[in-house]
Nanobody
Framework: QVHPQESGPGLVKPSQTVSLTCTVSGASITTSDSAWAWIRQPPGKGLEWVGTIAFDGETYYNPSLRSRSFVSRNTLKNQFSLELSSVTPEDTAVYFC?????????WGQGTQVTVSS
């Protein structure tokens, strides 16, 4: 069973960069045809896809967040990460990581990111 687990700073100030990490157990993030994504849910709103890194390292981004987003990975640690720069209070959300493609779809429990001065 795939088990992604998010971690992050919790509280960040406006204009800063938030860095989140997803640690994966149960499957390798380099499994052929697998994909690993970041999704967020602002308070009172629906889910919003942020970005994805595929098994081969190719990345894909939500066009509305592309200029501020960077998804990377550490294959030795079986982790993938999200950096979101120039954050504003509108980036306040629960951030989830999930797996899909050739590995079972599985979501982490989410990590709260609050942008506030």
């Amino acid at each position: 069973q795939v088990h992604p687990q998010e971690s992050g700073p919790g509280l960040v100030k406006p204009s800063q960069t938030v860095s989140l990490t997803c640690t994966v157990s149960g499957a390798s993030i380099t499994t052929s045809d697998s994909a690993w994504a970041w999704i967020r849910q602002p308070p009172g709103k629906g889910l919003e896809w942020v970005g994805t890194i595929a098994f081969d390292g190719e990345t894909y981004y939500n066009p509305s967040l592309r200029s501020r987003s960077f998804v990377s990975r550490n294959t030795l640690k079986n982790q993938f990460s999200l950096e979101l720069s120039s954050v504003t209070p509108e980036d306040t959300a629960v951030y989830f990581c999930d797996s899909w493609g050739s590995v079972p779809n599985s979501w982490g429990q989410g990590t709260q990111v609050t942008v506030s001065s």
